[in-house]
């Protein structure tokens, strides 16, 4: 299992495009990034998962350069309803003991 | 198709009583787990499951008990609640063994021990 180093907390304005990066220098070579937000009293949601290069869905997309060794989740064009924590993770097949860490607070602005 | 599914939202024990959480999920998910998120910190996982009758502890398992007789459900049984129980707990489950696969959460079960 990964062990990954977000930043704590970061602020932005509506409309603007956000770059949250991971650090992951020990990902193993089957590890997927997987990308969880969470709203205040309620349950992680799944964002997007990643293994090499881009990633793109209907909500976010999740680079991640060739050495694998960090990946970045873009909120394009965010409104005050992305105010959230979001937790990054990596894990590959047969990882049973998920791990969360502090995640980074992202608090979007009027 | 409810997901998954926790009772009760809210409780409120003393110290030193028994209680149960429940989970369920109705999505035929091998893999499910139990964590416990304290304020300003991320999710800490607590017991976990890969199937029916295979339970095993995660990070912070002291005082907790699970089971797991059905693939729907995995309880998380609190012997003799302690203060530092106090915690919003989290079930969550996958239809992989989580790795690569997508973690689905239930809403909550706020717990306050006194």
């Known amino acids: ?110 | 198709n409810a997901g998954v599914t926790q009772t009760p939202k809210f409780q409120v024990l003393k110290t030193g009583q028994s209680m149960t959480l429940q989970c369920a999920q109705d999505m035929n998910h091998e893999y499910m787990s139990w964590y416990r998120q304290d304020p300003g910190m991320g999710l800490r996982l607590i017991h976990y499951s890969v199937g029916a009758g295979i339970t095993d502890q995660g990070e912070v398992p002291n005082g907790y008990n699970v089971s797991r007789s059905t693939t729907e459900d995995f309880p998380l049984r609190l012997l003799s609640a302690a203060p530092s129980q106090t915690s919003v707990y989290f079930c969550a489950s996958s239809l992989t063994t989580g790795g690569t696969g997508e973690l689905f959460f239930g809403e909550g079960s706020r717990l306050t021990v006194l």
């Not at chain 1, 990054?88 to 047969?94: Q, R």
């Open chain 1, 1 to 110: 299992l990964a062990k990954t180093t977000q930043p704590i907390s970061m602020d932005s304005y509506e409309g603007q495009e956000v770059n949250i990066t991971c650090s992951h220098n020990n990902i193993a070579t089957n590890d997927y990034i997987t990308w969880y937000q969470q709203f205040p009293s309620q349950g992680p949601r799944f964002i997007i998962q990643g293994y090499k290069t881009k990633v793109t869905n209907e909500v976010a997309s999740l680079f991640i350069p060739a050495d694998r060794k960090s990946s970045t989740l873009s909120l394009p064009r965010v409104s005050l309803s992305d105010t959230a924590v979001y937790y990054c993770l990596g894990s590959g097949a047969g990882s049973y003991q998920l791990t969360f860490g502090k995640g980074t607070k992202l608090s979007v602005i009027p």
